[in-house]
């Protein structure tokens, strides 16, 4: 349930994307579950046509605010067959997770992302960006929140059956190092997977060079 504060939150207007992520960066919504207090970490330009969504930031990420500046991301990167200077352009590519600051640690890893982020902003966000034309949905969090009842019983067979969700989005497994053992479980998803994904992000930029 929201508080009187967060309600007021949803129903703010901001005249601006820019003027919407300010808003989201100052978010407290949640500080007293936080255990290294709020740092949203998320970008964004209503230009981009690439939406990622991923879990929620790792300690590394909540140290520098940068999204995915740990292993995980480079091995997205290499996925995606693009290097930082791409990336890390919200003009082309908005990073968006389902949780924004660092959630905490539990017994097995990191906490998932909190849902507050998702019910008072996820929303908002993307209709400010009206350009997206592919999403990744990175991991099982963004997956439920985007695919709903489409998912299959496991991420695994969700990620197998990615032709059923296109060509709005790719579902993809979390690219975390601890992850590893599933890629060799998997070998489909390299071998047949990850050329598709290349060929989407090729035809999105190339048509960005004839339009300029
Ligand atoms: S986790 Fe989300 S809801 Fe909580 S303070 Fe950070 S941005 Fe706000």
């Known amino acids: 349930m929201f508080t009187t504060k967060q309600i007021r939150m ?28 709020p740092r949203p970490v998320l970008r964004a330009e209503a230009t981009a046509r690439l939406l990622i969504v991923g879990q929620a930031p790792g300690t590394r990420v909540h140290a520098t605010g940068i999204p995915w500046n740990d292993p995980s991301g480079e091995r997205l990167r290499a996925w995606m067959g693009i290097d930082k200077d791409l990336f890390y352009d919200a003009s082309h590519i908005a990073i968006i997770p389902m949780g924004y600051c660092y959630p905490g640690r539990g017994k097995s890893g990191d906490l998932p992302p909190r849902r507050e982020c998702a019910d008072l902003w996820l929303n908002r966000l993307l209709a400010e960006l009206p350009r997206i034309e592919l999403t990744l949905l990175v991991g099982q969090y963004a997956q439920r ?14 990620v197998r059956n990615w032709q059923a ?26 071998q047949q997977l990850l050329p598709v994904l290349r060929a989407r992000i090729r035809a999105l930029y190339a048509c960005e060079e004839i339009e300029a």
């Not at 978010?27 to 255990?35: F, I, M, T, V």
């Not at 929140?145 to 969700?158: D, I, M, N, V, Y």
Request: aromatic share 10%; glycine share 2%; charged share 20%.
């Open 165 to 190: 969700y296109a060509p709005q989005y790719l579902p993809l497994p979390h690219p975390s190092p601890r992850n590893t053992l599933w890629l060799k479980r998997n070998p489909w998803f390299e």
């Open 10 to 37: 949803t129903e703010t207007q901001y005249p601006s994307l820019e003027a919407l992520l300010a808003a989201v960066r100052n978010c407290r919504a949640c500080e007293q579950h936080l255990p290294l207090g």
């Open 145 to 158: 929140h985007f695919l709903g009842s489409r998912c299959k019983p496991s991420l695994t067979e969700t």
